[in-house]
């Protein structure tokens, strides 16, 4: 069998426990080889000042390093400019083969705004979609994706066929912490301990990232 590996974008500004803990439980329901955190680029003038999208992914490496089958990609970085999930796909496929597997984590709210990524129909050509779902959460897909969600929905998540073209749902209890919350505790002197990782938390002093400006 092809190999089966999970693909979680952000702009990990920076990376939490939310995030990590909520990879490695999907990692582990869906038997995957890799799940792969990929930065995303920002433009400049969205940027966090003070922390580059390098630290950005550093921060990343030293949260996921040694802990399989997390694992970091940093194509969306490498590029010019920001990237479209689409050319992140393609550029997955071309380098892993046909038969792999892939599949796209998105939240709800993400999920729910698919109709204004460019090419968004083309997705599902390169990748499954698993979108995160919280038990709690009760609002209706987007019209725009009614008729897909009735094409391409598979009922149970761990059904899924091929290397591409289902969505299914994974419902999760996601921890309520958030890169907004850990930044705003840190411009006001605030501990992030146990928010973060160890490792994390010692880069951003070492680097006395997200600090007020004086
Ligand atoms: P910000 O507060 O800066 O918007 P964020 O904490 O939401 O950041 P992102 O980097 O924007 O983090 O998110 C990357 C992905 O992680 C998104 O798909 C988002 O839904 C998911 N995510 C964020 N926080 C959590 C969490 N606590 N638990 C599970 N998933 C999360």
């Known amino acids: 069998m092809g ?3 999970g693909l979680f974008g952000g702009t990990f500004d920076p990376v939490h426990i939310g995030h ?4 490695l439980e999907v990692a582990e329901q869906f038997g995957f080889d890799e799940l792969r955190l990929i930065p995303s680029a920002r433009p400049p003038h969205r940027e966090t000042p003070q922390v580059s999208a390098a630290q950005r992914l550093e921060m990343v490496q030293l949260a996921v390093g040694g802990v399989d089958p997390l694992r970091v990609d940093d194509r969306e970085l490498k590029r010019e400019r920001p990237s479209w999930t689409i050319e992140t796909l393609e550029s997955l496929r071309a380098e892993l083969g046909a038969d792999v597997q892939l ?3 998105l939240g709800w709210d993400a999920f729910c705004g698919l ?3 460019h090419r968004w129909t083309e997705l599902l050509e390169h990748c499954h979609i698993l979108v995160l779902q919280r038990p709690d959460a009760d609002s209706e897909a987007p019209e725009a994706l009614r008729d897909l ?3 391409r929905s598979a009922v149970d998540p761990m059904s899924l066929q091929g290397p591409a073209g289902q969505i299914a749902f994974v419902w999760q209890t996601p921890l309520a912490i958030s890169a907004t919350q850990i930044r705003q505790l840190l ?3 605030r501990s992030v301990r146990f928010l973060v990782p160890d490792a994390v938390l010692a880069y951003i002093h070492a680097h006395d990232l997200y600090r007020a400006p004086n």
């Open 3 to 5: 190999k089966r590996i």
């Open 20 to 23: 990590l803990r909520g990879a």
């Open 103 to 105: 599949f796209l984590l």
């Open 115 to 117: 109709p204004g990524w």
């Open 149 to 151: 969600l009735a094409a």
């Open 187 to 189: 411009r006001e002197g």
